[in-house]
């Protein structure tokens, strides 16, 4: 009996996004008066799918009703994020910890299935690389928001060539 074969095509790239102290209740996407997290853009550029502001993405994906965090902390919910496991499991409780080396994390498993993973983050109070950076072939930390996604951009506009799938956790 072995595995079951998965249905559907293979991801071909993953993107994860995370915010820190993102509340849904001031996103427009959400019902918020104002223009909070749209991005301008135009009818051509929604049909390519490259229109990429909140309310963009909530509009063409899945908007989930409720989420929880399973921690106050940044680095306990990430790890969560990046392992499926609550901090109880992981022993990550607060922004000083790390991730276990005996907990498989998520960068770490798509490395392994033949991902190239790299990180653009901005977290100028928390080591994020030292605590979650396992398993990335590329780890960024930038001092700003701005010249975190610029750097993600430059990343971006590379010809990789390789056909490899890549994991872009932003």
């Known amino acids: 009996?072995?595995?079951?074969?998965?249905?559907?095509?293979?991801?071909?790239?993953?993107?994860?996004?995370?915010v820190g102290s993102l509340r849904a209740d001031h996103l427009s996407c959400y019902g918020y008066q104002r223009a909070t997290s749209a991005v301008p853009s135009d009818d051509a550029e929604r049909a390519?799918?490259?229109?990429?502001?909140?309310?963009?993405?909530?509009?063409?994906?899945?908007?989930?009703?409720?989420?929880?965090?399973?921690?106050?902390?940044?680095?306990?919910?990430?790890?969560?994020l990046f392992s499926g496991r609550s901090p109880l499991e992981t022993g990550v409780q607060d922004d000083r910890c790390c991730l276990s080396e005996d907990v498989a994390?998520?960068?770490?498993?798509?490395?392994?299935?033949?991902?190239?993973?790299?990180?653009?983050?901005?977290?100028?109070?928390?080591?994020?690389e030292r605590a979650?950076?396992?398993?990335?072939?590329?780890?960024?930390?930038?001092?700003?928001?701005p010249e975190t996604m610029l750097a993600a951009c430059r990343w971006l506009e590379r010809d990789f060539g390789d056909g490899q799938p890549v994991f872009l956790w932003l």
């Not at 559907?8 to 995370?18: A, D, E, Q, S, Y």
């Not at 390519?48 to 409720?66: K, S, T």
């Open 1 to 18: 009996c072995g595995p079951r074969r998965r249905p559907g095509i293979p991801p071909k790239h993953l993107v994860l996004v995370t």
């Open 48 to 80: 390519l799918q490259r229109a990429m502001g909140i309310d963009d993405l909530a509009r063409a994906g899945v908007l989930f009703a409720n989420t929880y965090a399973p921690s106050g902390s940044t680095v306990a919910s990430l790890a969560t």
């Open 105 to 128: 994390s998520l960068p770490e498993l798509l490395a392994r299935a033949g991902f190239h993973t790299t990180a653009f983050v901005t977290a100028p109070r928390i080591d994020l």
């Open 132 to 145: 979650l950076g396992r398993g990335f072939d590329e780890f960024v930390a930038g001092a700003s928001d």
